[in-house]
């Protein structure tokens, strides 16, 4: 599978790494089991999606964007994505949109934990 998805910080911090060449499906796989995570976690939960390392663009029509996007789960905290090809972050905001979603982008991991730090002040605790 070229999407892994864990814990950064446990039960506050999701991190999905996509890497190589990733399909719709592995996403949707990503996806349930993030929300599963987020459910199971303290609230908010936040997730971090780094595509820093994928080759190539998502396979991932237009079309099937609405099918493959669960709307917010509860407990949901605020999503910061990495990508760093115009494509994948178009794809990322509009699938965010339509799950209704925070989110932001962000140009690294660590800009990423400063968002969230900015975003949520309790993961002060956690994250340093």
């Not at 996509?18 to 796989?29: C, D, E, F, N, R």
């Not at 709307?71 to 699938?95: M, N």
């Amino acid at each position: 599978m070229s999407v892994d998805v864990s814990w950064l910080y446990e039960n506050r911090v999701i991190k999905i790494r996509q890497y190589g060449h990733v399909t719709s499906g592995q996403i949707s796989a990503a996806l349930e089991k993030s929300r599963e995570m987020i459910r199971q976690g303290k609230p908010p939960v936040h997730v971090i999606s780094d595509g820093m390392d994928v080759d190539g663009n998502i396979e991932v029509a237009l079309g099937d964007l609405r099918k493959m996007i669960p709307t917010a789960t509860e407990g949901a905290g605020l999503i910061v994505a990495i990508h760093p090809r115009a494509l994948d972050r178009f794809l990322s905001a509009l699938g965010m949109q339509i799950a209704g979603v925070r989110y932001k982008f962000a140009p690294n991991e660590r800009a990423a934990l400063d968002t969230l730090l900015e975003y949520d002040p309790t993961l002060n605790d956690v994250i340093r």
